[in-house]
């Protein structure tokens, strides 16, 4: 053959394999990503599934084994929201990360702007600009109740101004003075007013009526 047609194949050659290597190349990037949101689709569904009880006890079983969870201990429901300049994804990698830290087991997930969870012990945030509610302890399959019961720990803790994770012991009856106006004014006019009448506190509030008390507004 012609040296110089050898030469011209031979560049076409060249130029064929940089094409189809870029191809593959382009082809196993989009596999990875692929993977990647099928991961996290997954991940996200199976802690939606768990804290709206969802899940049939195979699914939670098969999920929890998936995620490094132990469906014979108890956990507890969370519910945070961000206190300050961090956003939901950079709070659910710092609670996570705490909880396997401390050799615990948990598993987060940001859903409707919060990132909520299970974990086996209540975090400690330091100082992480967060407030979070925490439900009580019960197995993996009734996660469902302790995950409502965050709920209302968080409303409660927002409406007091609070930064930090919080449960029942923390709030007592913060709780019901929140979740119930109409005892919210029953408490601050059985209680409080006498005591403002008299001079002897000052009962500074805003839309108690409303379940809103501002920090401070009730102590103990």
Not at 36 to 49: E, K, S, T
Not at 107 to 113: A, F, H, I, K
Not at 149 to 159: I, S
Request: charged residues 25%; proline residues 5%.
């Amino acid at each position: 053959m012609d040296p110089g047609l050898i030469v011209d194949r031979t560049k076409c050659l060249w130029e064929l394999a940089d094409v189809a290597s870029l191809r593959i190349a382009a082809v196993h990037r989009q596999a990875e990503v692929d993977s990647a949101l099928y991961d996290a689709r997954r991940r996200a569904g199976f802690p939606r599934g768990l804290l709206y009880g969802t899940l049939s006890a195979a699914e939670i079983h098969s999920g929890a084994a998936i995620y490094g969870l132990d469906p014979s201990r108890p956990y507890r429901a969370i519910r945070a929201v961000p206190n300050g300049k961090a956003g939901p994804n950079a709070i659910e990698r710092a609670l996570e990360s705490h909880g396997h830290r401390n050799g615990r087991g948990a598993l987060l997930t940001v859903l409707d702007e919060a990132v909520a969870g299970v974990v086996e012990a209540k975090p400690q945030t330091g100082d992480l600009e967060v407030t979070a509610g925490l439900g009580p302890m019960t197995d993996l399959a009734a996660v469902h109740r302790s995950f409502r019961a965050a709920g209302r720990m968080l409303e409660a803790a927002r409406a007091y101004g609070l930064r930090g994770v919080y449960d029942l012991s923390d709030l007592s009856w913060r709780v019901a003075v929140v979740a119930e106006p109409e005892l919210a004014v029953l408490l601050l006019d059985r209680y409080l007013r006498p005591l403002e009448a008299e001079g002897g506190v000052r009962c500074a509030h805003r839309g108690v009526g409303a379940g809103a008390p501002e920090e401070g507004t009730v102590h103990p």
